[in-house]
């Protein structure tokens, strides 16, 4: 079992004595959005959704990141959707970080809670409503899909954390894991969504720099994270957002684990 403390404190105002400094930057090759960012101010309400606010991390944006958006979704006891997703193409990736929900997909209903996740399809019908006593809190990250003729269409997942093996890195002795919740050698999926776990004092020992976009949100700890030809320091409740071949490296320096949960897209051409 995984003892995890997920960051899920957002919303509220600064107060007028804050001072206007702040870690956040759009850049061409990534963007940091601080925790201190997501106050009230800066919501969105949907349609179709009742009770519910939601915190807009990424959208697809031409000349940046392009593959998917990424939302804090915020659902007061009775909320919900009955018509959440508006995009026939879109496939959804849920991770709850507090509270608890059900999700009903295809009639079938499945109840989720914090560190639970949920891999939703494209085209198939699903509603969330939150029945319990206290505000739901989760990550939603949408996908239009890309499908693949004779290829046929990935099946729902929904796991729990604590049911996921956490997978170590090669040569690291544990400090650098991966928590998978979908299977990376599925071909029939187009994205991936992990967690991953450094201990203190782990590095990603090499500039990553690769086709894949990321979302990165820090669920627990801090860390410096190396973006382009930058150092940036992020903590629990900070969103680093990643375009495409953005070099990429970490320092976990403690003195408590770095935990974020990570989207990438995977298993296809890039389209000419």
Not at 21 to 43: E, G, L, Q, R
Not at 233 to 248: I, T
Request: hydrophobic share 40%; charged share 20%.
């Amino acid at each position: 079992m995984t003892t995890s403390n997920y960051f899920s404190a957002v919303g509220g105002l600064p107060p007028q004595t804050q001072l206007l400094s702040s870690k956040a930057v759009f850049t061409t090759a990534y963007a940091v959005i601080p925790k201190t960012v997501m106050s009230d101010i800066v919501t969105s309400l949907l349609p179709h959704w009742d009770g519910t606010r939601a915190w807009i991390l990424s959208r697809p944006l031409s000349g940046f990141a392009e593959t998917f958006a990424q939302y804090i979704m915020e659902v007061q006891p009775g909320g919900g959707s009955e018509r959440p997703e508006p995009d026939l193409r879109a496939q959804a990736g849920i991770f709850v970080v507090a509270g608890e929900m059900t999700i009903e997909l295809d009639g079938a209903s499945h109840h989720l809670k914090s560190g639970s996740f949920a891999y939703l399809p494209p085209g198939r019908r699903w509603t969330l409503k939150n029945n319990s006593t206290a505000a739901v809190r989760f990550h939603w990250i949408r996908k239009a899909f890309k499908t693949v003729e004779g290829l046929e269409p990935p099946p729902p997942v929904f796991t729990h954390e604590d049911e996921c093996v956490l997978a170590p890195m090669p040569d690291t002795d544990g400090k650098w894991a991966t928590t998978r919740f979908i299977d990376p050698s599925d071909i029939r999926y187009d994205m991936h969504i992990n967690i991953v776990t450094f201990e203190p004092g782990a590095i990603i020992p090499f500039m990553e720099t690769h086709i894949m976009e990321h979302g990165l949100y820090v669920l627990e700890g801090k860390a410096v994270y190396r973006l382009n030809q930058d150092w940036v320091e992020v903590e629990a409740g900070d969103y680093m957002w990643l375009r495409s071949f953005c070099p990429q490296a970490c320092y976990a320096g403690g003195p408590g684990r770095f935990r974020y949960l990570l989207y990438k897209d995977v298993n296809r051409h890039p389209e000419l």
